[in-house]
């Protein structure tokens, strides 16, 4: 860790999901238009040690690094809103923490003293944090959970010790709390802060700058109000106000004088901030010349946080296409052959995302039929893309109940199935895995290269014949059926180095239909909208073109 890096704590309180992540990218995005090099950390109270296995109604969904490693959606803003370099070491949970510690007990490293949460605990949590600290300027570090939850506790000690580590000069607390508006009464309500603030200064933590979620700007008057009752400045009470773009949370936290507070106080030397292409980003997204419809066909529709990155690269395809993305979510349990074309009859273009589980795949199937015949631009993500695979093999290729293992161990055409033996390109190994395999550790996670054919969609919109693209699957396309299906029009369009992995397909003689077996949402960014995803709202736009 070096001697000058400076670390800024972001706590929440109230009530969960104001957008404590959101909040800390955004501090990123300031800190880096004004020159300097930052890094943002998650640690997460859930016992879990990562969010890999649970389900996205309870967590959304789970973003994958690309050293492989399964962690919280907050990670997506992260690299969304900063060039940070995330890996591992850049989410921990109360989980990873504790069987840390336990490994090291029973390897006998405490000399059989006690182990116990102060200091083993809070210890191993504050090493943690350090290990993200070389090279950079900053380290943002975001804590899960909201003041008051108990598991969130060994967090907060041990970041109200760092601060004694590290030096006062070198920490600050920035805690986010919620000021509602009460319609009835006619004013905004201070009181939830005072609260939060005083539930966490009982702790040991004072925090230096709050940031106050709201509907609207703060006035001077409630601004002073909250800084007499919270023991902070004037100027360090920040209105975190609600925005139809979130890219446009970097811009209100510099006009509220956020990120002047934020070196003020560390005592940091910077430039100006340069923030032109974020604002010409947020006009390009406020008033675009175009809108298309997009039909997101999945299980997980009633909470889009569990598309949340998806959703994000939907945006940066309309952002390079000047285009307005309207999304409608098509929960695909609802979808059989009679449905399919009422609910998706509107859809400029057809998006399958990943998934687990077979709750609501022949309706997927449905979709993917009605995308191929009707000629409707379609992208298929991870299982999306076997899913077209299976259904082309069952209407164009005449393998009746063709399907994924996954789904139906006893399917006579398993066009999708586990592949017990592989070479890995990340480790130049073999890697074998079978049914009975932990579900945790059977699948292909994190980043691996592909092979583009030239000639094909793929090519045209990557523009280069070798990508790297980060993956979470377990089943693979079974290369016992390629040969037959490419005669019948299927196209891989993406292979692994050796040949032996297909990650890419697509239909002859259709406008746009591809599908993926990694996730490509996951290197989406406002700045940098993903070539699939930039091609696939083109085509979409094209599409609907021609039915006006």
């Avoid at 032109?276 to 889009?304: F, M, R």
Wanted: glycine letters at 8%.
């Amino acid at each position: 860790m070096a001697s000058n890096t400076k670390f800024i704590f972001v706590t929440g309180g109230v009530l969960s999901s104001l957008g404590k992540g959101l909040a800390s990218a955004a501090i990123g995005t300031l800190l880096e238009s004004r020159g300097l090099t930052v890094t943002i950390q998650k640690l997460d109270p859930y016992i879990n040690v990562d969010p890999g296995t649970m389900n996205p109604f309870q967590h959304g969904e789970v973003y994958v690094l690309d050293d492989g490693t399964e962690t919280d959606l907050d990670l997506g803003h992260y690299e969304r809103f900063t060039h940070a370099k995330v890996g591992r070491n850049n989410n921990f949970t109360t989980g990873k923490i504790y069987y840390s510690v336990i490994s090291k007990e029973r390897r006998g490293d405490y000399l059989g003293g006690t182990v116990q949460v102060i200091p083993h605990i809070t210890d191993e949590i504050k090493n943690s944090i350090k290990l993200v600290a070389d090279g950079v300027d900053v380290v943002i570090v975001e804590i899960g959970g909201t003041i008051g939850d108990i598991e969130s506790l060994p967090f907060l000690e041990a970041i109200r010790q760092f601060k004694a580590d590290a030096g006062k000069d070198n920490v600050l607390y920035i805690h986010l709390t919620l000021v509602p508006y009460i319609a009835t009464a006619g004013e905004v309500k201070t009181k939830p802060t005072q609260h939060s603030v005083k539930e966490l200064r009982s702790i040991g933590i004072q925090p230096d700058i709050l940031l106050c979620r709201t509907d609207q700007y703060l006035s001077k008057e409630i601004k002073s109000k909250i800084a007499l009752f919270c023991d902070v400045s004037v100027d360090a009470v920040i209105t975190a106000k609600d925005v139809e773009c979130i890219y446009e949370v970097p811009l209100i936290f510099h006009k509220e004088g956020l990120d002047n507070k934020i070196v003020e106080l560390l005592n940091i030397w910077t430039r100006a901030p340069v923030l032109e292409d974020w604002e010409q980003l947020v006009q390009s997204v406020k008033a675009p010349k175009h809108s298309v419809n997009i039909a997101l066909v999945g299980k997980y529709v009633d909470l889009t946080d569990s598309y949340k990155s998806l959703n994000e690269a939907l945006t940066h395809g309309g952002i390079a296409n000047d285009a307005r993305v309207n999304i409608t979510f098509v929960d695909s349990e609802t979808i059989d052959d009679k449905s399919c074309s009422q609910l998706l009859v509107d859809a400029d273009g057809i998006l399958i995302p990943g998934g687990f589980g077979a709750r609501g795949v022949e309706g997927k199937i449905c979709a993917a039929k009605y995308a191929r015949e009707n000629k409707v631009p379609f992208f298929g993500i991870c299982l999306g893309m076997q899913i077209a695979v299976a259904e082309f093999a069952r209407n164009v290729a005449e393998m009746p109940g063709a399907h994924s293992q996954e789904f139906d161990v006893d399917t006579p055409y398993p066009v999708i199935y586990l592949m017990v033996e592989w070479y890995d390109d990340k480790t130049g190994s073999i890697q074998r895995r079978d049914v009975s395999s932990d579900k945790g550790g059977t699948m292909r996670l994190g980043a691996y290269p592909c092979i583009i054919k030239k000639e094909t969609s793929a090519f045209r919109a990557y523009g280069v014949a070798e990508i790297s693209e980060r993956h979470r699957h377990r089943y693979e396309f079974n290369n016992a059926y390629k040969a037959v299906l490419e005669e019948k029009g299927l196209v891989v369009s993406g292979t692994s180095p050796n040949g032996e992995l297909v990650e890419m397909i697509e239909v002859r003689d259709h406008p746009w239909f591809l599908g993926c077996q990694f996730h490509p949402e996951f290197k989406s960014r406002p700045m940098d909208p993903h070539p699939l995803f930039r091609e696939f709202i083109r085509a979409a736009l094209e599409h609907a073109a021609t039915r006006t």
